[in-house]
């Protein structure tokens, strides 16, 4: 039976951060990392593409929070503690130097999240944290006040667990017989499957502010939607995804889209629409698009469903087809049939009941010296560093915890 001051299971980027983090202040304390896998840090390894996004460059806890569909409220205590400047000062000062992007997403200078597994490995190195591979746990039970935890092979005894061992269907049934409820896992991040004849065959074109929502619902999101071979994707479409993640499983992804790409009300579209007819009475409708944002090829598009010959003039176009056309640009109505993953990120909604938990320490109100940190719990976000910077908090709050108790 190996015994250590902490264990912490699970040996990804919230296992790294909270061990280490709890070593740093604290060295007297005996910390081991149980992982079930042959690697540890696999997701930050495939993570942004192979560059790791680590943060978001946001710097105000209130705006941060509005980034997670679910934790929200939670982690707004949380992120006065610990948040995206914090975790851009920690990496520097352990090496790794960061940019951030033009769209505010913060990556390693070096382009590769290889840059933060050799931090993290050789922190945990040169502080002695003993990191166990093909140890996954089985088994958590409490014996008066020390948490046995058991493997296939061995057993182990600390003070105190923490566990970091992400969507991990096991862990959650585990948690369960320690009567912590576990919110049902459904998929966030995905894109819509769509089969329209104004999206068929334009995969590439993207439009720049366009309002997105799921009709019959108060889901809604702006942004830039680009256009997919299966449907609908880009940053309004994520962010409508991870936001409706629980209705949109319940809808079996049988849903209806609404979408506006032009971001304004049908009126002025129109206007736009009938100036054009007179400003540019002798011009063909198909010569260029009158909206900035909508590319040649998708006015075609538009003009062609409506069943409009672009080789008309402006002027010899009747006031109705206008007016169909603005309420297309303005209104379109999509069925959506499924989804798709995006970019394979993909990210789990569900997790330990947050109620459950209390945020000043991340620690079980159930059963004291027990931690979650990261995906474990019920808390995702869109799409941009914050599921990382999740884990990061979580992992720093524990820290203090246990470090300083
Ligand atoms: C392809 C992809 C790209 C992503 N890119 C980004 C990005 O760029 N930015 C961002 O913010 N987020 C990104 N995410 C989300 C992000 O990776 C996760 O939110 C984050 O990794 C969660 O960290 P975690 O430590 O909680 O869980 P994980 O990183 O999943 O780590 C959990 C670990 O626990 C281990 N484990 C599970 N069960 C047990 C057990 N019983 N015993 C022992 N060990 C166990 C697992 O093997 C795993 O190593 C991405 C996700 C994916 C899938």
Redesign the pocket.
């Known amino acids: 039976m190996k015994q250590y001051d902490v264990i912490i299971?699970?040996?990804?980027?919230?296992?790294f951060f909270t061990a280490i983090n709890i070593k740093e202040k604290n060295e007297s304390l005996s910390v081991a990392i149980?992982?079930?896998?042959k690697e540890?840090?696999?997701?930050?390894k495939?993570?942004?593409g192979g560059r790791?996004?680590?943060t978001h460059a946001c710097f105000e806890p209130k705006e941060l929070t509005e980034f997670y569909p679910r934790g929200k409220r939670e982690l707004l205590g949380p992120f006065h503690q610990f948040m995206t400047g914090d975790t851009m000062e920690w990496f520097e000062n352990h090496g790794v130097p960061l940019k951030i992007e033009a769209d505010n997403r913060i990556f390693p200078q070096s382009n590769s999240s290889q840059s933060i597994i050799d931090c993290f490995l050789n922190a945990t190195h040169q502080l002695g944290i003993e990191v166990l591979k093909n140890?996954?746990?089985?088994a958590i039970d409490k014996i008066e006040d020390v948490w046995k935890v058991s493997t296939k092979e061995s057993e182990f005894e600390c003070n105190k667990l923490v566990i970091?061992?992400?969507?991990?269907k096991?862990?959650w049934k585990l948690l369960a017989s320690l009567e912590h409820n576990v919110v049902e896992p459904v998929p966030s991040l995905f894109t819509f499957n769509i089969k329209d004849p104004l999206l068929q065959d334009l995969p590439g074109v993207s439009v720049q502010n366009v309002e997105v929502s799921i009709k019959d619902t108060k889901l809604t999101s702006t942004g830039p939607l680009l256009i997919t071979h299966w449907g609908t994707s880009g940053p309004a479409v994520l962010k409508l995804s991870a936001f409706g993640a629980i209705l949109l499983a319940e809808k079996d992804y049988q849903y209806q889209v609404k979408v506006n790409w032009l971001n304004c009300n049908g009126q002025h579209a129109l206007d736009v629409l009938f100036q054009m007819k007179k400003k540019q009475a002798k011009s063909i409708i198909e010569k260029y698009s009158p909206f900035e944002t909508i590319s040649k090829r998708l006015w075609h598009r538009f003009l062609e469903v409506c069943a409009i010959n672009g080789q008309t003039k402006w002027a010899d176009i009747s006031n109705k087809k206008l007016e169909a056309l603005a309420e297309k640009l303005t209104n379109t109505v999509f069925h959506a049939q499924g989804k798709s993953t995006f970019?394979?990120?993909?990210?789990t909604a569900g997790g330990v009941k947050l109620k459950e938990v209390n945020f000043k320490r991340f620690e079980s109100k159930l059963h004291p010296n027990l931690f979650f940190?990261?995906?474990?719990l019920n808390i995702d976000a869109v799409?941009?560093?914050?599921?990382?910077?999740?884990?990061w908090t979580g992992g720093w709050v524990i820290s203090e915890t246990i470090a300083y108790s």
């Open positions: 299971v699970g040996g990804g980027a919230a296992g149980l992982e079930k896998g540890v840090l696999q997701k930050v495939i993570s942004g790791c996004n680590v140890t996954g746990v089985t970091t061992a992400g969507s991990s096991q862990m970019k394979d990120e993909f990210v940190a990261g995906e474990i799409t941009g560093g914050f599921n990382f910077q999740n884990a």
